[in-house]
């Protein structure tokens, strides 16, 4: 072991043998301090425009986790654990890059199109596909992406018969073990979007191969069908349902709310019974309660189906808007209820709400225990003041457009809201049971082969 001397040159410097300053150097700090001071609130500033003092701070109680949208509809997201401003690469797979990635997009023939899967409540797996590649975070560098965006449109694909299930799984397999920035990280910095009550489960081995990926899903639970959800809520993100684009348009939008004193209803449920309980004790209250409580027989297909314009003319008509549990825990309905103004009542215990890191739900939003779904119910509703009801209406009024799946100029929106949250997921470092490290920092794998030389297909996990 060698021993310690004086010999070598010193890092430190004891107080007393440093050089003093004199006056002008003492004034040139000081000048030097108060400049980088002011550039830096100048820098901050050139991202975020100041807070009406007017602002309601209605979405938490601490302002240091507070969404503010202004009157001009500009989103501001809190500093804890975001940053100050976006700083985000995202590289996105293209369609023709990966051998099966255009079969998860366009069925195994390649003729469903995009435009025929933007539709509809599952239309956010092609929106966030088309905004990212729009995107001012794109980046066509893997080498330097922060995350990486894998486009699928299974959903769609699977209902108009472009694939079926087996298929789905085995082109997923394929289409991971082409990319050796998967590989890499396991999957940790990898996104995936599934915009079903189904969620990853689409994906029937989602567990051995997506389990750490970043997924993007309206659905946080699937525990009714399945022994395991595939949502976690520390590394997935849930997104809200896509909306008709016609009630999402500044302005003018297909359907207008109405005042409170015009609503024929103080609640409504517009939806099939598809043989849930809470579906089916609504109708059934709708029965005891017509002049309350309306719930039609809707018909989605045939001469008599029920257009949307149709649709939103009925769901505007009430004060409250209900939304029980379906097929799996989140539902489009409390969505749409905001572009009508009429206030949500959740009635599913295990709905997960988007934005939760930042948004208090319970000052535009009612969730009610679906166990308690009756007569119960209707008298609370009742006993809400039209003036509370018209606060709560506001306060949703200024946060709907975290619902709308806007372009980036756009500076309060979904995509916004989820780019802050994939912000937070970003790691600077990446590793997985596959991956393994030299002194020089080069990356190996197993057999110590750099990463720069891995070649696909590669054996996954």
């Known amino acids: 072991m060698g021993s310690l001397n004086n010999n070598g040159p010193r890092i430190f410097t004891s107080h007393h043998q440093a050089a003093s300053c004199n006056r002008t150097q003492q004034i040139g700090a000081i000048l030097l301090v ?102 001012r975070f794109r980046t066509r560098k893997k080498e330097e992406a922060d995350l990486f965006f894998v486009p699928a449109y299974v959903k769609c694909v699977r209902m108009m ?62 525990t009714d069908k399945r022994d395991t959800s595939a949502f976690n809520t520390w590394k997935d993100i849930i997104i809200p349902g896509n909306v008709e684009d016609g009630m999402t348009k500044r302005g003018a939008s297909m359907v207008q709310p109405l005042p409170l004193s015009k609503r024929k209803y103080l609640a409504n449920y517009l939806g099939r019974a598809q043989g849930k309980i809470g579906r089916l004790k609504l109708i059934e209250l709708a029965k005891q309660y017509p002049d309350k409580l309306e719930s039609p027989e809707l018909k989605f297909s045939g001469p008599d189906k029920l257009g949307r314009m149709e649709y939103f003319q009925h769901l505007r008509n009430a004060k409250f808007c209900l939304a029980p549990r379906g097929e799996s825990s989140w539902t489009l309905r409390f969505y749409e209820s905001f572009f009508v103004e009429c206030v949500p009542v959740i009635l599913s215990d295990q709905a997960e709400l988007p934005f939760q890191n930042v948004i208090d739900y319970t000052f535009f939003s009612i969730k009610w225990p679906s166990a308690r779904i009756g007569p119960e119910l209707l008298d609370y509703l009742e006993s809400i003041p039209d003036e509370d009801v018209e606060k709560m209406i506001a306060r949703g009024r200024q946060i709907r457009c975290l619902w709308v799946y806007a372009p980036e100029t756009e500076f309060c929106s979904a995509m916004q809201g989820i780019m802050w949250e994939l912000q937070r997921k970003v790691r600077q470092f990446h590793q997985s049971a596959e991956t393994f490290w030299l002194h020089n920092r080069t990356i190996v794998n197993l057999n110590l082969v750099e990463f720069s030389s891995w070649k696909p297909p590669m054996h996954l996990p």
């Open 34 to 135: 108060a400049a980088t001071f002011f550039f830096t609130r100048l820098f901050d500033q050139s991202f975020h425009t100041r807070i009406p003092s007017s602002f309601n701070h209605h979405l938490t109680p601490q302002s240091q986790s507070l969404v503010h949208v202004t009157d001009a509809g500009s989103l501001f997201w809190p500093q804890r654990g975001y940053g100050t401003y976006l700083s985000l690469k995202i590289y996105v797979y293209e369609e023709y890059e990966i051998d099966g990635l255009k079969e998860l997009l366009r069925g195994r023939e390649g003729k469903i199109s995009a435009d025929a899967c933007v539709k509809g409540q599952w239309g956010t797996q092609v929106k966030i596909h088309r905004l990212l590649l729009r995107s």
């Open 161 to 222: 018969g472009g694939l079926h299930d087996k298929e789905i799984n085995q082109t997923y397999v394929k289409v991971l073990s082409q990319m050796p920035y998967f590989r890499r990280s396991g999957g940790r910095d990898h996104v995936l979007v599934f915009p079903s009550g189904a969620g990853a489960h689409l994906f029937r081995s989602w567990a051995t191969y997506i389990n750490r990926s970043i997924i993007l899903t309206p659905e946080g639970d699937r």
